[in-house]
């Protein structure tokens, strides 16, 4: 099936070939039981052990710690800007109940429109007033782009908050956070408040599983989505520090703010996740899918494969740049592994630039709709090969445009 086209789209996104072949077999007759798996009980054994293997394999590719839990929910990234809210303001009720709301912080770094959207509906909830710790846009050459990473010395924390918020990837804007702790586009970490057990969370639904997580033991609160890495949408996973599993209800009446059932972190961890019929398709492919990344190496040989694909693209971009073909969007530095963006310059080079692709069988290349220009995802399923083919183009077009 060599004429599948590639997939460069920013989510969902491509899956590996492999991968869809087997789920197909499983989709049709699930390891021998003659029932496919998307018709199987999710409380059988066949399927109960399945939950258990995802969950190993990412506790054991990503090194997460003792102290945490790994849940299996719904919702999306989506549900959690909603869910984070109420499970860690509630972790802040019992920890502090006569604090007013107004006394109530939630801290939140904005660096794109994903961190921003988790803002919106933070302070739709209520419960607490939002600080902004810094906002990039502010910080960007038109003041209302997100094109970098601020420097460190803009981050201003609050001394106590319920939660400290961020995202490590930005989907949209192709702004990441460095994983090298020396670089200045690295999160912060030695500026957070002093005490440690920090409430800080993290959305990662765009680059989960791609590299590691830098200080992964220092987190409250990881999430992603699946649809991008890892499987098809509908399954979203948490990482939660233990502390922050808490009895919702307990902080309730306390005056939190209701928590519905289904978004309740403790309710999900006490069940195993099972507290619902979960996604099992999704749950299933992405087994399949993290699997596959055991056998290749785990989540560190996706590290160097990303980090490779990343930096072919981006100097066949800065070569396209200096030939006046194209324009990075993101300041050197803070430039995501996972989604480039950049402008094609000139005339009706974009289509151009489209068309081209299209033609060459390369697809889902339009940018976000909100800020328009091209966008690559380069996520775990597109092969080094795949990168060479695009970075092939660009260098091609960047030759032929000027
Ligand atoms: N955060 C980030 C960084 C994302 O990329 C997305 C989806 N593209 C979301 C949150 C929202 O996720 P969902 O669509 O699963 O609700």
């Given amino acids: 099936t060599n004429e599948r086209p590639i997939n460069f789209g920013a989510g969902p996104s491509a899956l590996p070939e492999t991968v869809l072949e087997e789920a197909c077999k499983g989709l049709i007759n699930f390891q021998g039981t003659g029932i496919g798996v998307a018709e199987i009980s999710h409380r059988s054994k066949e399927f109960t052990s ?44 019992l920890l502090h109940p006569d604090l007013s709301d107004e006394q109530r912080v939630m801290d ?34 038109d003041s209302k782009s ?43 970490f030695h500026l957070l408040p002093a005490g440690g057990l920090w409430p800080l969370v993290a959305d990662y639904s765009s680059s989960f599983m791609s590299r590691k997580i830098p200080r992964i033991a220092d987190h409250a609160v990881i999430f992603a989505g699946a649809q ?10 948490l990482i939660v520090r233990q502390d922050c599993i808490v009895d919702v209800d307990a902080a309730a009446k306390l005056g939190a703010i209701p928590v519905p059932i289904t978004m309740s972190y403790k309710i999900n961890a006490d069940a195993g996740s099972l507290y ?33 694909k990343a930096q072919k693209v981006y100097a066949a971009l800065r070569e396209g740049e200096t030939k006046g073909a194209y324009r990075s969007k993101v ?6 592994w996972m989604n480039v963006v950049f402008d094609v310059l000139g005339d009706n080079a974009e289509s151009r630039f ?41 260098k091609d077009f960047a030759t032929q445009n000027t």
Avoid at 283 to 298: C, D, F, N, T
Avoid at 379 to 387: G, L, M, P, R, V
Wanted: a negative charge.
């Fill in 354 to 394: 489209l068309a081209g692709a299209e033609a060459l069988g390369m697809m889902a290349l339009k940018g976000h709709r909100s800020v328009g220009g091209i966008r690559i995802s380069l996520y775990n399923a597109i092969t080094e090969e795949q990168t060479d083919r695009i970075v092939a183009y660009l």
């Fill in 331 to 336: 300041k050197e530095g803070s430039g995501s």
């Fill in 50 to 93: 399945l939950v258990a293997s995802l969950e190993s394999n990412i506790r054991t590719q990503l090194d997460v710690p003792p102290t945490h839990k790994i849940i299996f929910t719904q919702g999306g990234g989506t549900g959690q800007f909603s869910a984070v809210v109420l499970n860690m303001l509630a972790r802040h009720r």
């Fill in 228 to 237: 991008k890495n890892i499987g098809p949408a509908g399954l979203t996973i």
């Fill in 146 to 188: 997100f094109d970098a990473i601020p420097a460190h010395e803009d981050f201003d924390f609050s001394a106590d908050p319920a939660l400290i918020y961020y995202c490590e990837n930005e989907t949209v804007d192709g702004v990441q956070f460095s994983n090298d702790e020396q670089s200045s586009a690295s999160f912060p």
């Fill in 108 to 141: 939140y770094v904005i660096t794109g429109s994903w961190s921003k959207k988790a803002e919106i509906e933070a302070k739709r909830l209520g419960g607490a007033s939002v600080h902004i710790v810094v906002d990039a846009s502010t910080k960007s050459k």
């Fill in 276 to 308: 619902n019929t979960p996604s099992t398709l999704s749950i299933y492919i992405a087994g399949l899918v993290l699997e596959r990344s055991k056998q290749l190496g785990g989540v560190v040989y996706f590290e160097s494969l990303n980090g490779r």
